[in-house]
Nanobody, 117 residues
């Protein structure tokens, strides 16, 4: 079992930046598929960014050029650097980690990001 805890959310003005952290209760070395998802009010869960084996990254079109995903196995932590934030980025952001791409994996409780106009 792995517990994931997100932090770093908050209230920012449009154009501002935040760095989200996802701290795991044990080593994340074997969790080859990790990513960030978000859920905005009235919407379903959206994929934001993924990192595979710690080096291969992919981003949703709506965050390309603005967000950066990374992983630090020495700290058992995954990060999401968010720049040039927009009001439509307002959502609860969730951390996910899994050993294979075919399982649901582990989920954190989420951290709220609110971007004002």
């Amino acid at each position: 079992q792995v517990q994931l805890v997100e932090s770093g959310g908050g209230l920012v003005q449009a154009g501002g930046s935040l760095r989200l952290s996802c701290a795991a209760s044990r080593s994340i070395f074997s969790l080859n598929y990790m990513g960030w998802y978000r859920r905005a009010p009235g919407k379903g869960r959206e994929l934001v960014a993924t990192i595979t084996s710690g080096i291969i990254t992919n981003y949703a079109d709506f965050v390309k050029g603005r967000f950066t995903i990374s992983r630090d196995t020495t700290k058992n932590t995954m990060y999401l650097q968010m720049n040039s934030l927009k009001p439509e980025d307002t959502a609860i952001y969730y951390c996910n980690a899994r050993g294979t791409r075919f399982e649901d994996g582990y989920w954190g409780q989420g951290t709220q990001v609110t971007v004002s106009s």
